[in-house]
């Protein structure tokens, strides 16, 4: 059974939209576009075609994209003043606010199918950079501002509350401001403290290859569903519909979701940049399947350009932004959370070394979930790493979980009454097809091994829900170990 949010859109209403909406069709891609201006949208088709992006065309100056809490007042006053322009933007223009928004929602489950969602596969980095990119343009050109102005990041990794220009003043006449968010980070609360961390970033980058990191054609990355899916369900509404950030077919109507987006494109951005020092490692996938994919976007000018994967990955040169160079700043994952203003320390940032172990899943009926299963001589060589205070991770590929999951899980491995927290899996309301979408999941078994390598009983593996605490189980095709040494 496909499960249904009340007041979500779907497929079904899409194509209850064609059939009475024949006026609107007639009128070309963007009248069916403009037929998504509702309250839920309905699903047209999505734009296609336009003129072909060419590398070079682009030609302002490289800007670099810079963390909210290093813009200066007048860059605020510009951003503030962008989002507002777009707000009121006439609803016929295929610019406006509320369309842009729901652009995102016609390649997620919400309308798409699988030919066209583009979460939960490797399409999911390159579509959104792009989403991005003309996103940016659009808010520059409304400030008479394109050359210079860019996006800015919320680095949730080092400000651990969602800033305070997109929360305050709380009303509507604050352009970043939305008011289906989760009290506690509306109010200023922190992420819980394990979503989003710099350690959480340091064990993706124990992760070398993209299908693992970022997906491939047919499964999710391990990124995607933490940190991004997870920060989603935390910053959105707690139940069901999840508005605005915890329901993909919504989220794009919350302002934070793209400074939410620019820090994920970073994270990308820093995790290709550890190939410079491992080359053949931390690189983009070099399958034409990857880089012809392509999407079409209104630009600032209201044309409808086409772009491809291929033409995002070089995004300095082409798209004309740039991040920070990439540095770990406070270590502390949780209690030491900088506020804002608060200069934090800035670390180098460099790729781990990494030993891999084989090892096995074994599934029981009797077990809620699997024991992972290693030789004599592998158990004694982690539990030495994790002895030298190393990192090991616990990398799963072909993960799948129920079909009905939505929200945030954590996984924990279960010895008696010992529960350790090895990571955590989130599902953003109408993210994927679960039935036919897998993902990688990676997490950091360090704290756990004596219990999990306990000869007499091992301990299970299990996902907990974070609201309810039902334990679901967790299926992977696959696991290995990694022994992480920091240089
Ligand atoms: Cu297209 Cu953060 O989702």
Known sequence: MKREIPNAPHRRQFLKGIAGGAALISGGTWAGFKALAQNPPSCPTPPAGGTVFKAGQDTRPIVERLSISKLSSSQLAELQKAFAALRALPSTDPRTWILQADLHALFCDQCSDDKTQIHGTWSFFPWHRAYLYFFERILGSLVNDLNNFRLPFWDWENYRSMPSPYRLPASTSNSLYDPNRYSVIASGGNLPSSDGTTSRIKVLDGITDFATFGGTATSGGACESNPHDLIHDDVGLQTSPWHDMGNLGYASRDPIFFAHHANLDKLWYNWNALSSSHPGEYENPTDSAFLSLRWSFYDYNKQLVSISAADVLNFTTNLRYSYPTPVYYNTSTSAAAP???????????????????????????????????VTYGVKVSLIQAAQQHKTVLMVLRGVTLPEDMVGAYDVVSVHGNSVKHLGSVAVVGHDMHMHTRKLAVVLDATEALEDLFDSSKPAFITLVARQGGARVPLNAEDIELRVLSSQ
Do not use: F, H, K, M
């Open 339 to 373: 506020e804002e203003g608060v200069a934090v320390t800035e670390q180098q940032r460099t790729a781990p070394e990494i030993t891999t172990y084989s090892a096995r899943l074994v599934y029981s009926n009797s077990r809620p979930g699997p024991i992972v299963d």
